[in-house]
């Protein structure tokens, strides 16, 4: 082979690689591999192409950007492409590519902005005279989807603009990425594992995932979140003359732009903000993947340009990835509260970013095939975005000679009930219901969480010693608690005025509501919405416990596997057993008033602001239970809204778009007139 030959072979092999993660990344949102590895492979073809531009391949990559769209939604060709950005990966690069900038600008004092790089996804928006009329994905840059419905549906994202100080521009294109905040990612993988579904990887995917539903229901219910930086098109011109400017003017219309943004005076603070926002990573709500540093001044920026599809005026300068190598000394199988089994894998205690990972979560038997992760293997572990640890590879060449492979138990190591996994599933499941030991902490737990029964101190305190003094069999038990005050205070520190407090709480939490009552149950894909629904649909437990599967898929939120859960629930014996003791025990609550019409139906209300006399969930269950639909957006359709204090965009979208208002004096007069509140 001629030297020409083997780096034109070489160029074949990279381009192929990136094209496939790509692939893997923008198209199908599952990466294959991580980011730091990806950029490696980029870097190695970028340098080839550097050394040898003769040989430089016609599909290389290198100028251009993300991958093809999907064909389900409509294409979008963007008047200004989406473009992307170099990277620097230290503080040698960054300088360097300060240096350029200074050749280019000879003696003019150059300002940097400093700002988040989120890692989510890049959307495009545009606002006709103040309203948003569309929302498109950054798709290869040149074209995206149209996604202005699912767009719609985030709920930081102003709709309609409005100003106090000045005019709205009769056409506004704002850049900025989509993204699931740490919290929110968090409670939605909680949710959908309680509910026996798919979890997702990272913030990145469970947004990308969001943001492609076709079915605009299923963005509204993701957390996501948009946060602008940078403005592609304003006419008339906004009249900001820098990008930190132009980014807080972008604020005055409702856009939240990063949580941490500098403008530094030279290069060294550049170095200096990246150094603190990597050390405040952690306390961040949103994940980020670096920084990005950007000449502050727009005219400047201009004379600068563009080389091939990157601008001379930006990068990206990315954290170093956290990982480390570590081995695996045993996986165990966690038994969640609904019974599912997930693989657990105890490592040799490692630091990974300052933090010592011991345990890290392998998801399920398919994430462990995927791995072919074995007992005594040699594995790098990272942290994705510095919240939760996993394991990145196994390193076979580290790999002792006696491991096994690692097989699905065939019963649970709690209770030894037979461990199920229907076909199509990737979850495996304990069969032992409430009988399992695990199943039971993690059901009492959840019968006295705030949301459910509501006894304070029982769940994270007391649980466990109460289960291993043989107190709790199953939750219906919490109501004889008081019958065994002398066992209560053998617990360690637990004393009188523990176990009254504890007694107390318990007591008091007898008076309820049906729709906590039936969250509380723990029933398999019942969240608190859904009970809300149940508990408005059915009115009484009679009714419920009587309810067959076509009446359960007509309410609102249960799907057809929740109805089925729900019809399985209530067909257990123990199950019954259970409910008809708690009752029996004085679980107890107001009857609703029965509406005997409903006068709100099929309207469609909001409720913003604070308050004072309720929290928001009560008013919106007192709404529904007159039939109306509580939506948390304010659109064309909106029937009315009721706002409360500090009652924000959407007040005023529902202002601008003549769609009734009542503060709070007026949303209780109408909820007397109609029998919700007594007086
Ligand atoms: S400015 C001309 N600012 O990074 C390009 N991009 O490779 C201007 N990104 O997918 C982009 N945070 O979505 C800019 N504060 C930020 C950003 C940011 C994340 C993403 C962007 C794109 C990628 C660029």
Redesign the pocket.
Known sequence: MTQNSAVVAQMRQLIQLLAQHNHAYYVMDQPTIEDSEYDQLFHQLKALEQQHSDLIQPDSPINKVGGKPLSKFENITHAVPM???GNVFNQEDLFAFARRIEERLPNQKIEYDV????DGL?ISLWYENGVLVRGVT?GDGETGEDITQNVKTIRNLPKVLSSEKGAIPELLEVRG?VLMPKSGFEKLNAENEAKGEKTFANPRNAAAGSLRQLDPNIAASRPLAFYA??IAQCVPHHGQTTMSASLDWLTQFGFAV?ERHFVCESIQDVQKAYEQINEERPDLTVEIDGM?IKVNDLNQQQKLGFLSRE?RW?T?YKFPAVAALTTVENIDWQVGRTGTLTPVARLNPVAVGGVTVSNVTLHNIGEIHRLDVRVGDTVSVYRSGDVIPKVEKVWPEFRPVDTVEVHLPESCPVCSSPVVMPEGEALARCSGGLYCAAQRIEAIRHFVSRKAMDIEGLGDRWAESLLHLDLLKDVADIYHLHEHREKLLTIEKMGEKSVQNLIDSIENSKKTSFASFIFALGIRGVGETTARMLANTFQSLEALRAADLEALKKTPDVGDITAEWIIDFFQAPHNLEVVDRLIAAGIHWDAPVAPTRQPLNGESWVVTGTLSSMGRDEATQLLQTLGARVSGSVSSKTKCVVAGEKAGSKLEKAEKLGIPVLNEEQFIALMKEHGQIEG
Do not use: C, H, T
């Open positions: 473009l992307s950005l700002e988040l790089k989120f890049a950054r990425e930086y940078g990063g990005v601008p930006a990206a």
